[in-house]
């Protein structure tokens, strides 16, 4: 199982950001797909899972109405699309697949870093 995070950056507050987690073996289509983050001193946080088919998706509500979860299952990749972007959402984003407790999981990637600030 590998799980690549990608589209991190340095972005203005209010911008948008659209980060990538390409997956590779397992059957993607098969699981259920998570997004978490860790700002900087404070601990990790769940902000988004989407079910298999990408028809159910769930999100904190730190970043409800602003964030977008979804995946292509032909390519095997899952998106985070972050709009009006605000500095406390500055963080390391990972994906990650198999819940094993609260915010433990059998299968993370690397992380991409979000920088917002202006």
């Known amino acids: 199982v590998q799980l690549v995070e990608s589209g991190g950056g340095l972005v203005q507050p209010g911008g948008s950001l659209r980060l990538s987690c390409a997956a590779s073996g397992f059957i993607f289509s098969d699981y259920t797909m998570t997004w978490v983050r860790q700002a900087p001193g404070k601990d990790l946080e769940w902000i988004s899972d989407?079910?298999?088919?990408?028809?159910?998706?769930y999100y904190a509500d730190s970043v409800k109405g602003r964030f977008t979860t979804s995946r292509d299952n032909d390519n095997n990749i899952l998106y985070l699309q972050m709009n009006d972007l605000k500095p406390e959402n500055t963080a390391e984003y990972y994906c990650a697949r198999d819940p094993t407790g609260h915010l433990q999981y059998n299968y993370w990637g690397q992380g991409t870093h979000v920088t917002v600030s202006s």
């Open positions: 989407i079910n298999p088919s990408g028809t159910n998706r």
